[in-house]
Structure formats: structure tokens, C-alpha cells
């Protein structure tokens, strides 16, 4: 089984920073890629970056140039810079990954972000 783990959120004021941590552990032979998305209240989750296996990586416009995606083994990260309240969600992890029973789709339980005005 392959477990996911999100940390790093909190409340910060507009033009703060945050850093998210995605650790996975478990069984794992590989990671095919993870991505971070957010849920804001009514709101539909919404993708908001994404870095493969080879180290590509992607964001929503609404992001590009604030936030830094990377991945270290099996932890990814979400550097979250010049903070707005908009960005204010439940950030969720998504890898897929090889585990014990083949490929997988896994999430995390989500980590609060808050921004205030």
C-alpha cells in the first residue's frame, strides 16, 4: 500500500509564503508523477502543478511564476510565494505510482492553506 502525507499549511497574510510537503511512503517501486490540487469552498478542485517522474513540470496560469513545484525521492513540494487570498483552498497530493498491486492512483489527506487580505 502506498500512503501519501501533506504538511506545510496554515494561515499567512497576502504576499506570504508557504512551503507544502507531500511525503509517500510504503511499497513503492516508482513514481509516475505527482500533482498538487486545491479545493476552495463551492468550488471545484482544480489542478495546480504537477512534476513528473523526469522532472517536468506544469502549473495553472493563476500560479505561474509564484509557485515552485520540485521533488526529492519520494516527497514533493509546493513553494508557494507572493501569497493572494484567492489561493486560499485545501491542498491535496496525487501521485501515481507503482506499488504492490501495480500502478496506482493515490491522494493525500489535504493540508489547510489560508491567505488573509
Known amino acids: 500500500q502506498v500512503q501519501l502525507v501533506e504538511s506545510g499549511g496554515g494561515l499567512v497574510q497576502a504576499g506570504g509564503s508557504l512551503r507544502l510537503s507531500c511525503a509517500a511512503s510504503?511499497?513503492?517501486?516508482?513514481?509516475?508523477?505527482m500533482v498538487w490540487f486545491r479545493q476552495a469552498p463551492g468550488k471545484q478542485r482544480e489542478f495546480v502543478s504537477g512534476?513528473?517522474?523526469?522532472?517536468v513540470t506544469n502549473y495553472v496560469d493563476s500560479v505561474q511564476g509564484r509557485f515552485t513545484v520540485s521533488r526529492e525521492q519520494n516527497t514533493a513540494y509546493l513553494q508557494m510565494n507572493s501569497l493572494k487570498p484567492e489561493d486560499t483552498a485545501v491542498y491535496l497530493c496525487?501521485?501515481?505510482?507503482?506499488?504492490?498491486?501495480?500502478?496506482?492512483?493515490?491522494w493525500g489527506q489535504g493540508t489547510q492553506v489560508t491567505v488573509s487580505a
Open positions: 510504503g511499497t513503492i517501486s516508482r513514481i509516475v508523477n
Open positions: 496525487y501521485a501515481a505510482a507503482v506499488g504492490p498491486d501495480g500502478l496506482g492512483d493515490y
Open positions: 512534476i513528473t517522474g523526469g522532472g
